[in-house]
């Protein structure tokens, strides 16, 4: 499915491996299935390996992941299901450090909050990428203006401009 | 006993303007006069087609069947007062204000 | 009063931008409705029965002359020449078009205005004390408070897809004018013990279908910790609100079923491990409540032979300055409320030509500010004594000027059937008929404070819950059926009001109401009001009367 970031489309060089199959050059595998593997995945470097969560997972589960993983896939149910907007800036918050990807039929005019909760890409379905082509996203991406929340996403707020503005 | 039909006719909201509009079998007017009436369950059936049609989507939002009684006119308060495109009482500068006693 | 900076501006006219460009993305099929649905709600554009209804946002009630003008023009131009301010402190008009909506978008921007978050699953419009900053019993000005939560609030990235909508109402006195324990978080400033400024928070109030007043989760919140910690109160009820069924997705819901010691031992774990991005620093603080330093009032007598005298000899305006002025902080000062309860009008409505009016009093008399409450009034809030005359006069000659504030006729009434998509019975028309049984000024004031509040469908948007006499219209197999509750209250004593039993029909609502009012008149004692009376004799007393005829 297309994966873009700031850039634009990118390729998706990770590997969705269903539960208990071989293990990929990147794989990204379910929650349920890395905890199952246990001792397997300890020689496994974090640049191999990745989550794929649903957005109500328990943070507590995440813990012990968020060294070890280089990719967390936040699955996004529905457009209007915000609650991997939490999550990600939850796990940020935490320190993880990793790439975040909102998967999902999340929209083009959602894409700056997707950045500022600390996502770095976002993986569509083909047909919504069909109605809304990358020219929208580039839109959208350019788009993102001023905020008064500072974000993850390197932004400066308007606290910071204003504050920048008294000091001149 | 099968339950008697009861008549229907295909409303929605044009997109651009906002207001009421009623499928005359070619074009959705403002009129529910204009309307195309569903007398029997084949016919309803086919006004619920053109409501599912995607492509009505450019055109209106929220199509959906409403009920009329055997003077064309809805049977429920909601409707009636949705097809007569105006609230039941004088608003805005119409509004006959007056005085306390 | 809060006035937009450079990048407030600049921020307006981005999401300005961007809403005509997804209002453009809908029309060539970018965008499905169910997509742009939530956009458009976001940007205050609802579909209601007849059309489009765009609700426009006035933080915390506040605007000034211009912005009224502005808001009268769009009206005429874009609009039936009128519009309805709504029991949050907003604006609403009931006819715009689609096409026309990126326009008025952009017109509302020239003044510094828009309709960002007057609905959608988001943060709403906070709201608060309408006599916020005059008031001679606010411990501090509350809308500083409110004015950060907007930044804060404003497409907050995390909080722009909530379960459900999320409403914040603030309060700087004890007293309560803002319903805060019937929000979903309810802010009161306080002082501590060792008199620093804090603030106490209420969470998981609110009406609708399932009412509930709120409950306390922080007695005593350091002024520097509010962001954060609502950060921390909406992070959890994103993450653990429930979204499979939408009636229960308000954070009522949440709080009631974890109940809020486990609500709150959560959001004070969050909060502890917050990364202190939200706090803002103490010179935006100082920035913001520069803006709302008291404004240049003059030096004058804490009393007006003018006003003494126009008193005596008018008795309309006697009544009028019984009903509808109020004590002011500054001497020789007072607010005054606008009612926008005429008989017969339809409550909180006012036509351009009336908009312009109050525009002029405000700018020529009230220090150019003006206040939507949520009782659906205006308040006029630095009108000088000796100015209340004229004031006054203005008013009545565009038929503002009913003495009605807070009595039996100033009714709060949602748009109703007549007007809304979701109402299952008129509302308006309802208060219309009562308002008319009640025309006699003299009795109005002999009956004293009763609220009567009306909603036209079970979300409660006509507060009918914390009506002193509430009023529900329901759908009876297709025929409207009013069920009336007694007893509420949305102050600093919250109550929800309780129901008295079979509902009414449309023709019969109104004498239940005057069975009601007749049985508190015959039973009060001295000087005690309709809830105090209500309070003491209870239900039965009440019920008796109400139903005796059936």
Redesign the interface.
Known sequence: MPLRDDTGPIPDDWTRVEPGAPLARRSLLALEDAEARGEALEGVAPEALGLAIPNDTERARLAPWLSRVSLIAVAFPAFNDGRGFSLARALRAKGYAGRLRAAGPVIADQYAYLRECGFDEVEIPEALAARQPEAQWAAAAKRVGLAYQQGYDGRRNILAARAEARER | MAKPFIPVALTA?D??????VWWTGEIWSPSLSAALIARDEAEAAGLSARAADPAE??RV??AYLVELDDGGRP????EA??AD?????A???A??????? | MYRYDEFDAAFVEARAAEFRGQVARRLSGALTEEEFRPLRLMNGLYLQLHAYMLRVAIPYGVLNGGQMRALAEISERYDRGYGHFTTRQNIQFNWPKLRDAPDIIDDLAKVGMHAIQTSGNCIRNTTTDPFAGVAPDEIEDPRPTCELIRQWSSLHPEFTFLGRKFKIAVTGAEADRAAIRVHDIGVQLVRNAAGEPGYRLFVGGGLGRTPMIGKVIRDFLPKADLLPYLEACLRIYNLFGRRDNKYKARIKILVHEVGIEEYARLVEEEFAAMDGTAAPDAAEVARIEAYFAPPAYRERPATSALFERMKREDAGFAAWARRNVHPHRVPGYAAATISLKPIGGAPGDATAEQMRMMAEVAERWSLDELCVTHEQNIVLPHVALDDLYAVWTRLRAQGLDAANRGLVTDIIACPGLDYCALATARSIPVAQMIAERFTDQALQEKIGPLSIKISGCINACGHHHVGHIGILGLDKAGVESYQITIGGDATETAALGDRTGPGFSYEEVTGAIGALVETYLERREAGETFLQCYRRLGMDAFKERLYAAA
């Open positions: 909201n997109l651009l303007e906002g207001d009421a989507g450019a939002v929220g049977r429920l308060r909601r007062i949705r495109r105006e609230p039941t009482f608003y805005g500068a509004a006959p204000l007056r005085d306390a006693a």
